[in-house]
Nanobody
């Protein structure tokens, strides 16, 4: 069982930056593909970004390309989401997720473990 704990959320003005962190309890963290999802009020959960276990490949949804960067530090069992040029439409609860399953990394059900989420609010 992998436990994931997100941190780094908060309130920021449009154009600002935040860095989310997700710390994993599992010492085999380096073998998991990690993803970030978000859910805004009244909307479905959506994929934001993912990174393979090696860290070589990363994926982002189109709306965050060029603004958000996902990275990982396997020595620290932590994955990060650097968010720059934030917009009010980025406001959501952001969730970290981990998986060793085969399947689309863009789909929530592919992921086996989820964190509790961290709130990001971007004011205009």
């Amino acid at each position: 069982q992998v436990q994931l704990v997100e941190s780094g959320g908060g309130l920021v003005q449009a154009g600002g930056s935040l860095r989310l962190s997700c710390a994993a309890s599992e010492r085999t963290f380096s073998r998991y593909t990690m993803g970030w999802f978000r859910q805004a009020p009244g909307k479905e959960r959506e994929f934001v970004a993912a990174i393979t276990w090696t860290g070589v490949k990363t994926y982002q949804t189109d709306s965050v390309k060029g603004r958000f960067t996902i990275s990982r530090d396997n020595a620290e069992n932590t994955v990060y989401l650097q968010m720059n040029s934030l917009k009010p439409e980025d406001t959501a609860v952001y969730y970290c997720a981990a998986t060793q399953r085969a399947g689309s990394i863009y789909n929530g059900p592919t992921y086996q473990y989820w964190g509790q989420g961290t709130q990001v609010t971007v004011s205009s």
